[in-house]
């Protein structure tokens, strides 16, 4: 429990904890809530390593809200501050591993900025860096946004082969959740339509909306592609 901003709450720090917590506290209707919460919760605490964690936080809520310089910037103050034999245990604390989390977000923030060969570099960095650190839920996810940056790329016979790799990871590792999002992109790739929807479906029955006008635009690249042209614009238009 700490405060923050004259409020008191738990503090998640994760990928996918941004609007949560900024509604927890009556932050309500901005991404940006649980970033700017637990920056300041980290900077009274003086602690490199949750300076870091916090950081990324702030950095991945920038990201959601479409502001990829300044998530670039945030997320690169975060790695300045990380060091692994003093920081990489926070990955048992928080889920994921700052470094590893920093990078491979910062690949699709920078292809969108127009540097596709650093964003593919910059996911396999943090792929490499979860090996080194042994965590399992970290390299999962890791692997999940090489995938998708060699899905940005059109580069579908590498997106198949890290796709299989992460199958493999999560088969052996109970890592379910990352399953479906691998799959997506497998499914995208090897041109299964109906395997997509059905895993679609499921993704957005549990609730999740991150990506979710990306994943259903796959879909209908899919069908172009199967020259479904009619099921290809009816997804576009929804």
């Not at 910059?122 to 839920?137: P, Q, S, Y």
């Not at 499921?202 to 990306?214: E, F, I, Q, R, T």
Request: hydrophobic share 45%; aromatic share 8%; net charge negative.
């Amino acid at each position: 429990v700490v405060g923050g901003r004259g409020k008191s709450t738990f503090m998640p720090v994760g990928p996918f904890s941004g609007p949560a917590l900024g509604d927890a506290v009556g932050v309500v209707g901005t991404a940006l809530g649980s970033g700017l919460l637990t920056v300041d919760v980290a900077e009274a605490g003086g602690d490199d390593g949750q300076r870091s964690a916090a950081l990324c936080q702030l950095a991945h809520d920038l990201w959601i809200v479409s502001d990829y310089k300044g998530s670039r910037e945030t997320f690169e103050r975060a790695l300045a501050l990380y060091e692994t034999e003093k920081h990489s245990h926070f990955a048992l604390m928080f889920g994921y591993d700052i470094h590893s989390w920093a990078k491979m977000t910062l690949g699709p923030i920078v292809w969108s900025l127009g540097e596709p060969d650093l964003a593919l570099e910059l996911t396999k960095e943090a792929v490499a860096h979860a090996r080194e650190i042994k965590h399992a839920n970290t390299l999962g996810l890791a692997m999940v946004y090489v995938a998708m940056v060699h899905q940005f790329r059109g580069e579908i016979e590498e997106t198949l082969k890290i796709t299989e790799e992460l199958d493999e990871v999560c088969q052996k590792y109970g890592l379910f959740y990352n399953v479906s999002y691998g799959a997506l992109f497998r499914c995208w790739a090897a041109g299964e339509a109906e395997m997509m929807k059905a895993i679609l479906t499921g993704v957005k029955g549990s609730g999740a909306m991150l990506g979710m006008s990306h994943y259903p635009a796959l879909l209908a690249e899919v069908h172009a592609r199967k020259e479904e042209y009619d099921d290809a614009i009816a997804l576009v238009d929804e």
